[in-house]
């Protein structure tokens, strides 16, 4: 059985730090591609950034800067190191895997962790 469990969400007043981790049982981590999603009060999911199983970054204009994606595929976790943060940063993140078969993409989710960036 596949599981992602994000942890390190919270209450951080503008400016701070937070570092989410997304731990992954069930999976070969270095075999995905390995994405942070978000999603705020009353809009859509969105990416965040993205790791390539090759090493390949990728960050939305909104968080370049400020945010690293890394993973330790030892471990088997990913991280987001969340710097500089904003009020416009609250949201529930997710982590997210995604492989492709041939045809098929195989996709997994974790649970989400709440970060709420206010003073």
């Known amino acids: 059985q596949v599981q992602l469990v994000e942890s390190g969400g919270g209450l951080v007043q503008p400016g701070g730090s937070l570092r989410l981790s997304c731990a992954a049982s069930?999976?070969?981590?270095?075999?995905?591609?390995m994405s942070w999603y978000r999603q705020g009060p009353g809009k859509e999911r969105e990416l965040v950034a993205r790791?390539?199983?090759?090493?390949?970054?990728d960050y939305a204009d909104s968080v370049k800067g400020r945010f690293t994606i890394s993973t330790d595929n030892v471990e088997n976790t990913a991280n987001l190191q969340m710097s500089s943060l904003k009020p416009e940063d609250t949201a529930v993140y997710y982590c997210?895997?995604?492989?492709?078969?041939?045809?098929?993409?195989?996709?997994?989710w974790g649970q989400g962790t709440q970060v709420t960036v206010s003073s």
């Open positions: 069930g999976i070969i981590f270095s075999f995905y591609d």
């Open positions: 790791i390539t199983n090759g090493g390949s970054t």
């Open positions: 997210n895997v995604e492989k492709r078969v041939s045809s098929r993409t195989i996709t997994y």
